[in-house]
């Protein structure tokens, strides 16, 4: 009677009362999981580029479908959302483990006598270059004992893997135990990606404080070195030809080349190479 009242046939009614959530819902929700830990990892990304992810999951959905689905579970990129005042970073997953308090009570950092040897104390933070086709990234790696930069990746975009892809290169580099990495709080070195790596490989995670450039200046100063001998030198017009001008100068130059006062005037590999030969003796 309810079935004639309500216009549905008795046959669907059954239908659904023996599999209330049908196949379409079960997939439906698996994705929309799927899209949750991508959007977690990256929250700028839209629902385009949500969909170019799905593929690197094992998940086939159209661009509409991944649209529909993030519609319903409300996510959307960070920068879509209309703002009021600056959002604050979220929450640091690490203490700051390099952080110290002087007579005055005011809180400092001395990366100069961070590390008393390579791979104790390693320090992290992504730049943004631009380009004619768009905005290069680059995450870099740098060893406190020797200013060297360890590891390091470029990308097209900001995401999770730029910060994982720069510590696994540097890790395999270095084999390095119990080393400590600082970071910032961006949600690319707070990411479930990131985390899982340091713990995997043995490595201790620290972050700065929030708005505290201080807090990671040495990592700034090699930013600032790249931004005067590569990025203001010319105009790029390509990301492949500024992501090569990037390598050759870290490789052939910054690491072997460049003298630095801190390190008696040497280059970082020759002061790795001097405390290898004195472990050694």
């Known amino acids: 009677m309810a079935c004639r009242v309500l216009g549905w046939s008795t046959q669907g009614y059954y239908k659904w009362l023996n599999a209330p959530v049908s196949q379409r819902d079960w997939d439906d929700a698996h994705v929309i999981e799927v899209i949750r830990g991508i959007h977690e990892d990256d929250p700028t990304l839209g629902y385009r580029f949500i969909a170019d992810e799905l593929e690197d999951h094992n998940v086939q959905a159209s661009e509409n479908r991944v649209w529909r689905?993030?519609?319903?579970?409300?996510?959307?990129?960070?920068?879509?959302?209309?703002?009021?005042?600056?959002?604050?970073?979220?929450?640091?997953?690490?203490?700051?483990?390099?952080?110290?308090?002087?007579?005055?009570?005011?809180?400092?950092?001395?990366?100069?006598?961070?590390?008393?040897?390579?791979?104790?104390v390693w320090l992290t933070d992504i730049s943004e270059h631009p380009t004619r086709e768009g905005k290069l990234y680059l995450c870099a790696v740098k060893d406190v004992y020797s200013n060297k930069i360890v590891g390091y990746s470029i990308d097209s975009r900001m995401k999770s893997s730029l910060a994982a892809s720069?510590?696994?290169?540097?890790?395999?580099?270095?084999?390095?135990?119990?080393?400590?990495?600082?970071?910032?709080?961006?949600?690319?070195?707070?990411?479930?990606?990131?985390?899982?790596?340091?713990?995997?490989?043995?490595?201790?995670?620290?972050?700065?404080?929030?708005?505290?450039?201080?807090?990671?200046?040495a990592m700034e100063s090699f930013f600032s070195l790249l931004q005067k001998n590569v990025l203001n030198t010319r105009r790029w017009e390509s990301r492949d030809e500024l992501r090569l001008a990037i390598v050759i100068w870290i490789e052939t130059k910054y690491n072997r080349r460049r003298r630095q006062r801190a390190l008696g005037k040497l280059t970082p590999i020759e002061f790795e190479m001097i405390y290898a030969a004195a472990e050694a003796a």
């Open 166 to 217: 720069a510590l696994r290169n540097a890790i395999a580099l270095r084999a390095p135990v119990s080393t400590i990495v600082h970071s910032d709080r961006g949600s690319q070195f707070r990411s479930k990606k990131v985390v899982r790596l340091l713990k995997n490989n043995g490595l201790r995670g620290s972050m700065g404080r929030v708005g505290s450039s201080g807090d990671n200046a």
């Open 69 to 120: 689905l993030c519609s319903t579970a409300g996510i959307f990129a960070s920068h879509h959302r209309r703002r009021g005042k600056a959002g604050k970073p979220g929450p640091a997953v690490h203490d700051d483990l390099l952080a110290s308090v002087d007579e005055k009570g005011r809180v400092t950092h001395d990366f100069t006598g961070a590390a008393t040897g390579p791979n104790q």
